[in-house]
């Protein structure tokens, strides 16, 4: 599985960004996906996840209610709708594929696959 993130960029606080990433493959729809972050200096963190029918979401606190995700399992691809943005957003993101178990987990290391990143940065 290869996935490929795109849509990050330099944007303003109170802005928008919408985040892509594309994946490989034929078995898209058995994946749950995840949303991940880091930040300079940081650990990475889980932004969100998707469920692999894209009915159940979860989130970290931060970014409730201004970030969403979601897939489009017949593209193979998995989206993250960023509103609100704010400084502390400022990080690379990174999209990963969990083969496993299928509900969604926020422990990088339970996801399989992972994207190249996509530097998103908020300025003030």
């Known amino acids: 599985v290869q996935l490929q993130a795109s849509g990050g960029g330099l944007v303003q606080a109170g802005g928008s960004l919408r985040l892509s990433c594309a994946a490989s493959?034929?078995?898209?729809?058995?994946?749950?996906m995840g949303w991940f972050r880091q930040a300079p200096g940081k650990e990475r963190e889980f932004v969100a996840g998707?469920?692999?029918?894209?009915?159940?979401?979860d989130y970290t606190d931060s970014v409730k209610g201004r970030f969403t995700i979601s897939r489009d399992n017949a593209k193979n691809v998995v989206y993250l709708q960023m509103n609100s943005l704010k400084p502390e957003d400022t990080a690379i993101y990174y999209c990963?594929?969990?083969?496993?178990?299928?509900?969604?987990?926020?422990?990088?290391?339970?996801?399989?696959?992972w994207g190249q990143g996509t530097l998103v940065t908020v300025s003030s």
């Open positions: 990963a594929a969990r083969t496993g178990a299928g509900f969604i987990n926020r422990i990088s290391t339970s996801y399989d696959y």
């Open positions: 998707i469920s692999r029918s894209g009915i159940s979401t």
């Open positions: 493959g034929r078995t898209f729809s058995t994946y749950v």
